[in-house]
């Protein structure tokens, strides 16, 4: 067992799709592609790439059946950013519970934060999860996170509906 860190987690949601206006496409060669059925190896280095600096740990705890089943799902879709020809952020929408599609993981790579992707890819994914037609779009966020995380999922819209204390277990790698 690794060591545990006391988080609060932060739910959020949007009940109606939001009006983000346009975003400029960024000053470098980007494209976002939906990876479909990816191989458990490509999503853990995806996983790892973005969540290392977050202690992102519940994927890592699944075995690579147990993670097949959710990543190759046909309600749950695996968006890349690419930046110049390289993967440089994730995001994991899981709409497999009716009415809901859920930003399950997203984030960037660490070498790509700070140069005006975050808000470009955040708005395609919100956009690609709202083109499922759900009620509602949600996600949650803890305070592992990057700082700048729920102040920016607010001002796209998102509005808290819940708040809880946990933990997080560290898992020796």
Same mark, same amino acid.
């Given at each position: 067992?690794? %060591? %545990?860190?006391?988080?609060?987690?932060?739910?959020?949601?949007?009940? +109606?799709?939001?009006? $983000?206006?346009?975003?400029? #496409?960024?000053?470098?060669?980007?494209? =976002?592609?939906?990876?479909? #059925?990816?191989?458990?190896?490509?999503?853990?280095?995806?996983?790892? $790439? /973005?969540? +290392?600096?977050?202690?992102?740990?519940? #994927?890592?705890?699944?075995?690579? +059946?147990?993670?097949?089943?959710?990543?190759?799902? &046909?309600?749950?879709?695996? *968006?890349? $950013? *690419?930046?110049?020809? /390289?993967?440089?952020?994730?995001?994991?929408?899981?709409? #497999? /519970?009716?009415?809901?599609?859920?930003?399950?993981?997203?984030?960037?790579?660490?070498?790509?934060?700070?140069?005006?992707?975050?808000?470009?890819?955040?708005?395609?994914? =919100?956009?690609?999860?709202?083109? $499922?037609?759900?009620?509602?779009? %949600?996600?949650? @966020?803890?305070?592992?996170?990057? &700082?700048? +995380?729920?102040?920016?999922?607010?001002?796209?819209?998102? @509005?808290?509906?819940?708040?809880?204390?946990?933990?997080?277990?560290?898992?020796?790698?």
């Amino acid at each position: 067992m690794g %060591r %545990r860190i006391d988080v609060t987690i932060t739910y959020l949601e949007q009940r +109606a799709r939001p009006v $983000l206006g346009t975003t400029s #496409r960024p000053p470098l060669k980007v494209a =976002i592609l939906r990876a479909e #059925r990816p191989p458990v190896h490509f999503y853990r280095y995806l996983y790892a $790439l /973005v969540g +290392a600096p977050y202690k992102w740990v519940s #994927r890592k705890k699944l075995s690579d +059946a147990e993670l097949e089943t959710i990543i190759h799902d &046909p309600s749950v879709y695996l *968006y890349v $950013l *690419y930046v110049g020809g /390289v993967p440089g952020g994730m995001a994991e929408v899981d709409a #497999r /519970v009716d009415g809901i599609a859920e930003i399950k993981f997203f984030g960037l790579a660490p070498d790509f934060i700070g140069v005006g992707l975050g808000r470009y890819f955040l708005t395609n994914v =919100i956009d690609l999860a709202w083109a $499922l037609s759900p009620k509602s779009v %949600r996600l949650e @966020t803890c305070t592992l996170d990057h &700082p700048a +995380a729920l102040p920016l999922y607010q001002k796209f819209g998102f @509005t808290v509906f819940d708040q809880r204390k946990g933990q997080v277990e560290l898992l020796d790698d």
